[in-house]
């Protein structure tokens, strides 16, 4: 469905390492085009907004006002208030801010965890890879929204409890994309170089394999963010997210929804903001890939 | 083929152990006792007590396990404590809603995806497939519980076609049943669209490039010939597995809708579990949701093996 339950299906991405010698071309950024620019932006914006919100003076995203209950815009409230007269503006930003470091944190554990073993699999070969390839596809094999949701039921609603588990479950999607490209790696010609060399294997995973590597899981990460943000999204839509009275964007969705028809843009804006934001890291990390991808083909 | 289906089974039996330990170890090993959570926070010391050993959580891990498993494979998920129904009846009671919610999703988005995906194919760059391909970027981004709102404002609050939330049963009134069904089915089926129509069209354009393609063109044969008896076959087998690995992302949808839509399927039973603290409903129904998605996969494996024999040679499309 639309709505990607949390379930990070791996579109694996292998990339060849440039050539020694010819670097990129000139200005590859500017092939990125436009909208990926606009992206960009647009994250930095949420970002900025979200690091910045102390600091911002804006309204105390928790205070409500019952006489001014979904009130418009205004020079006090610029993006008007929810049902409970909060400032939406404020509960954007601080929403922001539990949306993102939920996004981020979760992607980055999975994504140290499973490049690890997604790499030291494709490398060492042998059982060790069966055992992580079998283990991984036993994790996939389990609905993932499911099993945050029960997983979060039994030990709480912390906001580090439910970065460890969208984390965990991001760990097989990163670990099939570091492995696919760590096997093609590892049968090119400076890795036989390095090990005729006298490198170290530990030397030649870290130095040789691991830069080689990064470019094409960090473009997976960002669509991993994604997942995590609609992940947490979901939960909070649920109330099983941060409890209240946080802001969280899933959760300010969730809270206009019973005055849809008096107050549709309580659930409208920050339904919005949620979909640019997602929709700005889709499109930063397909364009990304596909110019890592001619960097392949140039090859 | 045998050789073939004795691996898959082969591969099926740790999975599954995986799956069903895993399900019951939610329960066992996460911190926290398990029957203070479930007798809520006005409980007495006896009341906890009296669920521990109405639960055997006072015995040891492995025989729980064994103890659990046991009565699961004979259909015994155990009964709930709060409800006192039992689990399995509660899942067969609501599954088929759960079901025909899931079905006709799937219906209405082949019916978008079909189509556009041929069509983008046959003229791949062009107006229509550039349309496509953008408003198909664009829905996947957009969160199930977000188009469900915005399904809810358009069609429920502005135009006022049709309910918001609510079910009908489909014995008691089949037409309101349909309409109680439009929306829900609709938000899962937007996101399964556009899913389908980027890989129709992918795999349309390469089995284009065929030389039986070329053939079939130089013999004379009409277009929709070509693309639906000649391109189409083909092309539905990717079509097919990804149907199969939906259906985890499509529980976990119907978790979500069935929520927002108050259908009493599968997915608003672990909700409710979920809300009640009812562990032992949690638990039956995460386990049983985890079989059914791993045997589901399996078999359109087989299945897919079935319609091509590539697959089953060891020919794999990598």
Same mark, same amino acid.
């Given at each position: 469905m639309a709505a990607h339950s949390p379930d990070l299906t791996t579109?694996?991405?292998i990339v060849a390492p440039a050539a020694a010698g010819v670097d990129r071309p000139p200005r590859a950024w500017h092939r990125l085009g436009a909208s990926f620019w606009l992206s960009v932006a647009w994250l930095a914006l949420v970002t900025l907004v979200a690091v910045a919100a +102390? &600091?911002?003076?804006l309204a105390d995203p928790n205070l409500q006002d019952l006489t001014d209950r979904g009130g418009s815009?205004? +020079?006090q409230h610029l993006l008007g208030t929810d049902g409970l007269g909060r400032d939406m503006l404020s509960r954007l930003a601080w929403g922001a801010r539990i949306s993102l470091t939920v996004g981020c944190a979760s992607t980055l554990l999975g994504m140290v965890v499973g490049t690890l073993l997604g790499m030291t699999a494709g490398y060492v070969r042998g059982r060790p890879e069966g055992v992580v390839v079998a283990t991984m596809d036993a994790l996939l094999a389990f609905p993932a929204l499911v099993l945050i949701l029960a997983v979060t039921t039994f030990i709480g609603h912390d906001i580090s409890i439910i970065v460890g588990v969208i984390g965990f479950l991001g760990i097989p999607a990163f670990a099939r994309v570091a492995r696919a490209n760590t096997l093609a790696l590892a049968q090119r010609e400076f890795v036989l170089a390095a090990r005729a060399m006298g490198a170290s294997e530990l030397r030649i995973i870290g130095l040789e394999i691991l830069p080689n590597i990064v470019a094409p899981v960090l473009t997976f990460g960002l669509l991993v963010v994604a997942v995590a943000m609609i992940a947490e999204g979901t939960l909070a839509f649920l109330g099983l997210s941060v409890p209240p009275p946080a802001a969280s964007w899933g959760a300010m969705v969730a809270e206009?929804?019973?005055?849809?028809?008096?107050w549709p843009q309580v659930s409208l804006i920050p339904a919005t903001v949620f979909f640019l934001t997602i929709f700005a890291l889709n499109l930063a990390a397909d364009r990304l890939r596909r110019v890592v991808e001619v960097r392949e083909s140039r090859i | 083929m045998l050789t073939f289906v004795r691996g898959k089974v082969l591969h099926l039996v740790p999975v599954m152990f995986a799956v069903t330990c895993f399900s019951f170890l939610l329960t066992s090993l996460l911190p926290g006792d398990a029957a203070v959570v479930m007798a809520g926070p006005n409980a007495t010391a006896e009341s906890v007590a009296a669920l521990r050993s109405g639960l055997k959580l006072d015995q040891p891990l492995p025989v729980r396990y064994v103890d659990w498993l046991g009565k699961a494979v004979r259909g015994d998920l155990g009964t709930s404590p709060r409800s006192q129904t039992r689990v399995l009846e509660s899942i067969r009671e609501r599954l088929p809603i759960t079901l025909e919610l899931l079905l006709?999703?799937?219906v209405m988005g082949l019916l978008v995806a079909v189509p556009i995906g041929i069509a983008s194919a046959y003229r791949a760059g062009g107006i229509l497939d550039q349309a496509a391909s953008g408003a198909a970027f664009a829905v996947l981004a957009i969160p199930g519980f977000v188009v469900a709102i915005v399904l809810i404002y358009l069609f429920a609050v502005q135009m006022d076609l049709v309910p918001a939330t609510g079910y009908t049963p489909l014995l008691t009134n089949p037409l309101e049943n349909l309409r109680s069904f439009f929306l829900p089915a609709l938000t899962v089926a937007l996101g399964e669209a556009a899913a389908y129509t980027r890989l129709l069209r992918s795999d349309m354009i390469a089995t284009l490039q065929e030389d039986y393609i070329a053939m079939a063109r130089a013999k004379g044969l009409p277009t929709w010939h070509i693309l639906l008896r000649h391109a189409l076959k083909p092309s539905s087998f990717t079509l097919l597995t990804v149907l199969g690995i939906n259906i985890g992302r499509l529980l976990g949808g119907a978790l979500i809708?069935?929520?927002?839509? &108050?259908?009493?399927?599968?997915?608003?039973?672990?909700?409710?579990a979920i809300y009640a603290r009812d562990l032992v409903v949690v638990q039956g129904v995460v386990a049983f949701v985890a079989v059914a998605f791993v045997l589901v996969n399996f078999g359109v494996d087989l299945l897919y093996a079935v319609l091509d024999p590539r697959i089953r040679h060891g020919r794999a499309l990598a």
């Open positions: 579109e694996a991405i +102390p &600091a911002l003076h815009a205004s +020079p206009g929804r019973g005055d849809l028809d008096i | 006709i999703a799937q809708v069935e929520t927002i839509f &108050a259908l009493p399927g599968i997915g608003r039973l672990l909700v409710e």
